[in-house]
């Protein structure tokens, strides 16, 4: 765990300006400081939740949390930043929660929200709207699909716990005040998240590695190539897609490299003008499919050797707001 990027746990590199009283002309250091902790909030509560719609939603609320209390009240407060984690961590552990009994009722498979690289992010958006700087998601290990897709097995307990000690270095001391546990029973959580992890992930794959695959994946689908596609496949790979309920839903996984093969091909068919494109995904080499320039599907990989071992795919348009236009390449 200790090759994470470090990063990730620092505040944002952007400071909103904020003044002290209208047309004063000053800034108030304790306002920018309070602000400046945007990313940081950001940054947790995506690796928390899975979405980037429900991180932000819970980071307004803890600011509006925040502002509810009296300058005097504020003033008290020792630490700030420690004090706007504390909150969001509960408010996410809240959410995540709710949120097991909101995904049993899901139409399909629930994938959580693949970004963009920052670059792309930005320019990603069909409204014209610029993203703050603060918005971005630092990508690193604790953000891949494989990664996120195994929190997802976790208790909400486990998440938190092993997501503030690991990824954000707070010790066991201040995860209890958060979870509202013991440090040693936040330990045992933390150590079970790992286990999990540790049985779940497949040996890394070397960057360079992973892009020539996802290359030559991209050749052979292009090319309907289906016995290309099952080379590059691994005998028991399975994809799982993410529709939101849209009509055209992959309602349960796909299994084993001919048949992963013969769907992508069929898909293809099915779907007129689809470009399929190279793009980062969660950090990590991945493809997009456009239809008149639009991104209509993301898709995510995990190498295991040289071969595909699993494909997530989202199609649902609640989680493509990063990648609704993105520039051909």
């Not at 899975?50 to 009296?70: H, I, K, N």
């Not at 504020?74 to 097991?100: F, H, M, Y």
């Not at 201040?174 to 286990?195: F, K, Y």
């Amino acid at each position: 765990m200790s090759n994470w990027k470090e990063d990730a746990t620092k505040g944002a590199d952007d400071i909103m300006t904020i003044q002290s009283e209208p047309g004063g002309g000053r800034l108030d250091p304790g306002l920018a400081a309070i602000m400046g902790e945007r990313r940081q909030l950001i940054n947790l509560a995506y690796r928390l939740l899975g979405s980037l719609a429900d991180a932000e939603d819970v980071v307004q609320e803890t600011y509006a949390r925040w502002y509810a209390m009296s300058r005097q009240q504020q003033d008290a407060i020792e630490s700030p930043g420690a004090w706007l984690t504390k909150v969001a961590s509960r408010i996410c552990l809240n959410v995540l929660s709710s949120a097991r009994a909101r995904r049993e009722t899901y139409v399909g498979e629930w994938i959580p929200e693949p970004l963009p690289e920052p670059t792309e992010w930005i320019s990603g958006r069909s409204d014209g709207v610029t993203v703050d700087p603060a918005d971005r998601v630092t990508l690193d290990e604790s953000v891949n699909m494989a990664f996120l897709v195994v929190l997802e097995s976790m208790t909400p307990a486990e998440r938190v716990a092993f997501i503030l000690h690991d990824v954000f270095r707070y010790s066991f001391t201040e995860v209890a005040e958060i979870v509202g546990r013991t440090p040693a029973a936040c330990r045992q959580l933390a150590s079970s998240a790992r286990r999990r992890i540790r049985a779940a992930q497949a040996p890394a794959t070397p960057a360079a590695r992973q892009a020539r695959l996802i290359r030559d994946f991209k050749q052979a689908w292009e090319a309907k190539d289906i016995d290309a596609l099952i080379g590059l496949l691994d005998p028991d790979a399975t994809v799982i897609a993410d529709s939101g309920g849209l009509a055209s839903a992959v309602l349960h996984p796909i299994e084993g490299a001919e048949q992963i093969a013969r769907s992508l091909v069929n898909l293809t068919g099915r779907l007129r003008d689809l470009t399929i494109l190279e793009r980062t995904v969660n950090g990590q080499p991945g493809l997009i499919a456009q239809q008149d320039g639009v991104t209509v599907t993301v898709y995510a990989f995990e190498v295991a050797g040289d071969r595909v071992k699993h494909i997530w795919g989202v199609r649902n348009p609640g989680k493509l707001r990063s990648w609704a236009v993105s520039p051909e390449r």
